[in-house]
């Protein structure tokens, strides 16, 4: 088996069937307000792959009903959705520690336009299950 082109990134710490998704209480966060601003700029500046007007509800708070968006993007190397962005943004809650570090790297260029066909197979990569009873693959 190949390894994937993209790697997905997770955006709570677990999802209970009953209860939904939640973060961990020891979730790490973003303190530095000048490095979570450019972590939200750089996540916002991800190529759009799928967008779509769906909104969740915030897990952190019940009363903020359908905040929070599900859209997808990339940067031609990950693939994630608003919803990291969000939380980011507003609680400080770090993106999982490898996309931390990989949109935080010296020489992460946002501003590097994506080939047609590189965002075209992470619209395939997005809307195409994986095999049953075969995990998510991630990039390692």
Request: aromatic letters at 10%; a negative charge.
């Amino acid at each position: 088996m190949t390894d994937p082109e993209f790697r997905l990134a997770a955006v709570f710490d677990h999802v209970d069937p009953r209860t939904g998704p939640g973060f961990a209480p020891d979730h790490p966060s973003v303190e530095d307000p000048a490095l979570r601003d450019l972590l939200v700029q750089r996540l916002d500046a991800g190529t759009p792959v799928l967008m779509t007007p769906m909104l969740m509800d915030d897990v952190l708070d019940p009363e903020r009903r359908a905040e929070v968006p599900m859209n997808f993007r990339t940067d031609g190397r990950w693939v994630w959705t608003d919803t990291v962005t969000y939380y980011l943004a507003r609680y400080a809650l770090a993106p999982e520690p490898d996309l931390f570090a990989h949109l935080a790297a010296p020489d992460y260029d946002a501003a590097a336009p994506l080939a047609r066909a590189v965002v075209e197979r992470a619209v395939a990569f997005v809307l195409t299950p994986p095999p049953e009873g075969e995990p998510v693959h991630y990039l390692t």
